[in-house]
C-alpha cells in the first residue's frame, strides 16, 4: 500500500503546453506539499497545505497552480511550460506542521 | 533567508568504514533539524531533532544535533553497499512548515 502515490511518474512534454500532476496520501495526513528537486539534487519547497488551505507559497511563478480538493488530495498544474520547468515533483504529507515529511517517488517532468 | 550546507559534498568508502556527514544550518527561531536517505526515488526519513531530543540512534546510524554552535552530524558504522544514497539535511525555523533542505551529501559504499 504506497503511502503518498503521484502520477505520472514520468512526464514528457513540449514548451508552451499545459500539464497536470496528481497526488494522494491515504496516511490520513492534514498536510501536503510540493517540492521541487532540480538536476543539482536541491529541494525545494514550492507550495504547502494545511486541511485544504493554502500556508506556504514560495516564488513560484504563476504558470503553477496547487489544487488540493480535500486533505488526502494535492494537485499541480503547470500552464504554458518552459525548459527551466524540467525537474522531478516531489509531494509528501505530514501530520500537523510540525511532523515529519513522508514523500511520494517524485514526477520527472521533461519539458522538449 | 534560512539556509543548510551539507558537506562533504560526496565520498566513497570502503565496507565496514564509519561515515560522518556534516550539516550546518541558519535558520530564524529552530524548531527541529531532519535527516532524510534518497535512493534512487522518495527521499526516506532517518531522524528527527530538536531541542527535546538531540541525540537519536537507530542501529547503526546516529544523529546529534549541537545548537550552540548550529550543526547536526550523522553517522554511519560499519557502512554496507546498501548505505548508497544521498543523505539529506534539513531544518524547520520560524514557519514550521518549511522545511528547508540542504543539497545533500552523495555517498557511496564499494564492497
Known amino acids: 500500500d504506497t503511502a503518498v502515490s503521484q502520477t505520472p511518474k514520468y512526464l514528457v512534454t513540449q514548451m508552451g503546453n499545459d500539464k497536470s500532476i496528481k497526488c494522494e496520501q491515504n496516511l490520513g495526513h492534514d498536510t501536503m506539499y510540493w517540492y521541487k528537486q532540480d538536476s543539482k539534487k536541491f529541494l525545494k519547497i514550492m507550495f504547502s497545505y494545511n486541511n485544504k488551505e493554502l500556508i506556504i507559497n514560495e516564488t513560484v511563478p504563476n504558470r503553477f497552480s496547487p489544487k488540493s480538493p480535500d486533505k488526502a488530495h494535492l494537485n499541480l498544474h503547470i500552464n504554458s511550460l518552459e525548459l527551466g520547468d524540467s525537474a522531478v515533483y516531489f509531494c509528501a504529507s505530514s501530520q500537523g506542521v510540525f511532523g515529519e515529511l513522508f514523500f511520494g517517488e517524485g514526477s520527472r517532468l521533461t519539458v522538449l | 533567508e534560512d539556509k543548510v550546507v551539507q558537506s562533504p559534498l560526496s565520498l566513497v568508502v570502503h565496507e565496514g568504514d564509519t561515515v560522518t556527514l556534516n550539516c550546518s544550518y541558519e535558520v530564524t527561531n529552530f524548531r527541529s533539524l531532519l535527516w532524510y536517505k534518497q535512493e534512487k526515488k522518495a527521499p526516506t526519513f532517518l531522524f528527527m531533532l530538536t531541542s527535546s531530543g538531540i541525540e537519536k540512534k537507530s542501529g547503526r546510524l546516529s544523529s546529534i544535533l549541537d545548537k550552540k554552535e548550529l550543526f547536526s552530524i550523522l553517522n554511519i558504522t560499519a557502512t554496507q553497499t546498501g548505505d548508497s544514497a544521498v543523505y539529506l539535511c534539513?531544518?524547520?525555523?520560524?514557519?514550521?512548515?518549511?522545511?528547508?533542505f540542504g543539497a545533500g551529501t552523495i555517498l557511496r559504499v564499494k564492497s
Open positions: 534539513a531544518v524547520r525555523g520560524e514557519y514550521g512548515n518549511k522545511l528547508v
